[in-house]
């Protein structure tokens, strides 16, 4: 595709229910990163993909994350038992390796837990 | 562990004000480093790259330096216009097979 597509755009969901998050990213793209943005804050990473394998898990903030990679294309962020602080939009970036490395992001998922 | 500094967090300026922002990281020995714009409510938005070995990158009425011995960005607003307000982020690539550290950010508002 054109860019990092994310769906769904914005998402309601109750406390305690799971949510997966979805993250097409741009054709080619070796790399892919989630983020997470709480209101009014910096971005604080998630998760990290180099192909299909995740080398870096090290920002999940607890066993209720988890996310995979297949095809070394899409990939998806799960929350399980969702909580009220899980509350933030959620973003996602692809980018070629090697010297061209410049990440690209999508539009994001709006999640907001009631 | 690297990190990423923005000064100032925020700043408001009349229209036609030229502007620097500016971004420091702890570690120099990084691979690339991004600015982007994030309007609100919405993703990021890829500005300018600097590689590693490059001093400064331009992009219409938007330039930026990178000083790596000292840690060290610049982003050079010209001409500031009230489409410019938006928050601007600072990001480094560590090395090449990790991820973005990123700022705080700089909110800019552009007074017409």
């Known amino acids: 595709g054109a860019g990092v597509s994310q769906s769904p755009s914005n998402k309601v969901t109750e406390k305690g229910k799971d949510v997966e998050l979805r993250c097409d990213p741009i054709s080619g793209h070796t790399a892919l990163y989630w983020y997470r943005q709480r209101l009014g804050q910096g971005l604080e990473f998630l998760i990290y993909?180099?192909?299909?394998?995740?080398?870096?898990k090290s920002g999940l903030p607890s066993d209720r994350f988890s996310a995979e990679r297949t095809g070394e294309s899409v990939s998806t962020l799960t929350i399980q038992r969702t909580q009220q602080e899980d509350s933030a939009v959620y973003l996602c970036?692809?980018?070629?390796?090697?010297?061209?490395?410049?990440?690209?992001f999508g539009q994001g998922t709006r999640l907001t837990v009631v | 562990k690297q990190e990423v500094t923005q000064i100032p967090a925020a700043l408001s300026v009349p229209e036609g004000e030229n502007l620097v922002l500016n971004c420091s990281f702890t570690?120099?020995?990084?691979?690339?480093l991004q600015w982007f714009r994030q309007d609100p409510g919405k993703g990021l938005t890829s500005l300018l790259l600097i590689q590693s070995s490059q001093r400064e990158q331009t992009s219409g009425r938007l330039n930026a330096s990178l000083d790596k011995s000292s840690g060290r960005s610049t982003l050079y607003i010209a001409a500031s216009q009230p489409g410019d307000s938006a928050t601007y982020l600072c990001?480094?690539?560590?090395?090449?097979?990790?991820?973005?550290?990123f700022g705080k950010g700089t909110r800019l508002s552009v007074i017409a």
């Open positions: 970036a692809s980018s070629l390796v090697g010297t061209a490395l410049e990440a690209f």
């Open positions: 570690d120099s020995a990084i691979y690339n």
């Open positions: 990001a480094v690539f560590p090395s090449g097979n990790t991820p973005l550290v």
């Open positions: 993909f180099q192909g299909n394998s995740a080398p870096d």
